[in-house]
């Protein structure tokens, strides 16, 4: 026992590296998702003050990995800008929305007037929206705060701010849906 104490952070990798990033592939759908994921379950494996003490590292890397996969499904749930339009991400068609925006527009015309039109129209969209989850959703696409961030701004739940800015998005999507249909080739 007292070798499997011994085992560095290193040799725990190499161990359950591979094995846990292929539990993650096969639980979410994209390859970039299940590398943040085992990502955040080595930094957290990192942070342990005690890891000589775990009995069974494998034991426990798999419980956080299942809980972090869970935040993920969680956090999915809010939506971003970029599935705003598109809506569901296993359509065939996929706006790339936020690309679009922030592309160079100086030679474009067609592109800039879009781009005007799409702001005003998202404009007038948040001032429908209740204040809290205009705020939520500003702060989060338009701002690039985190969910947690905003929660911890605003002395709220997690959970509050994400249902807050779920309501926005499902308002947004139908709101713009006419828009992406008309720019649809």
């Not at 939506?79 to 296993?90: C, N, T």
Request: no cysteine; hydrophobic share 35%.
């Amino acid at each position: 026992m007292a070798e499997k104490n011994s085992r560095s952070f290193t040799d725990i990798v190499k161990t359950y590296g591979s094995q846990l990033l292929r539990f993650v592939k096969g639980r979410v759908k994209k390859t970039e998702d299940a590398e943040d994921i085992l990502q955040e379950v080595w930094y957290q494996f990192s942070r342990l003050t005690n890891m000589d003490e775990l009995e069974n590292a494998g034991a426990w890397l798999y419980a956080v990995t299942r809980n972090k996969i869970t935040d993920s499904y969680r956090k999915k749930k809010s939506e971003s800008l970029d599935e705003l339009i598109a809506g569901d991400e296993d359509s065939e068609s996929t706006f790339p929305i936020r690309q679009l925006l922030l592309a160079d527009d100086s030679n474009n015309p067609e592109l800039k007037l879009f781009k005007d039109i799409f702001w005003d129209e998202l404009m007038k969209a948040l001032e429908e929206l209740p204040e809290k989850q205009r705020r939520v959703f500003v702060l989060n696409e338009l701002e690039e705060k985190t969910l947690q961030e905003i929660a911890v701004m605003e002395n709220e739940n997690l959970k509050t701010i994400i249902s807050r800015k779920g309501y926005a998005v499902k308002h947004l999507r139908i709101r713009l849906r006419s828009l992406y249909e008309e720019l649809k080739f």
